[in-house]
């Protein structure tokens, strides 16, 4: 088992409230995702509030911006879900339940193994992505940074922004 997991917070801002109809499928398809993430190789964690999701979770001043944080094995592990199973095909809606994000809304870290990062941790990882570009500190899958101590890193897959 490696030292190090791949953790991520991605973000967006909702066009509707929860609870609307213009996003009504959007948070009955979020148990299905879940449960896939939850069943996916690598997958080690995933943030949940008082249901099985994170839709209750609060962590930016806008009330409208949902969030979902999770840890990986590895940076694979985390493209492997996120770009060839179904949850693809939610991607590719995204614009029908969210505005179009106008700066990044993905930020990926190393983590030890073990720990759990916390929404303001996710926050802090985004933000410094916003700010300085891919570091070692908060970086993308097109600017992937290697686990500490680890080997090169290259880009995982060209189509990630």
Known sequence: MSRWQLAQINIGRLISPYGTPRVAEFVAALPQINALADQQPGFVWRLTGDGDDA???????????????????????LAGFVYRTEHRDFMRRRREWFEA????????????????PTPAEGRERLEALR???PTPFAFSFRQPFPAPGGPEAAPILDECA
């Open 131 to 133: 700010r300085d570009g």
């Open 55 to 77: 839709t209750d979770i609060q962590a930016f001043d806008d009330p409208m911006v949902a969030m979902n944080m999770s840890v990986w094995e590895s940076p694979e592990a």
């Open 101 to 116: 994000p106008d700066d990044l809304y993905l930020a990926l870290w190393w983590v030890p193994a073990g720990h759990r």
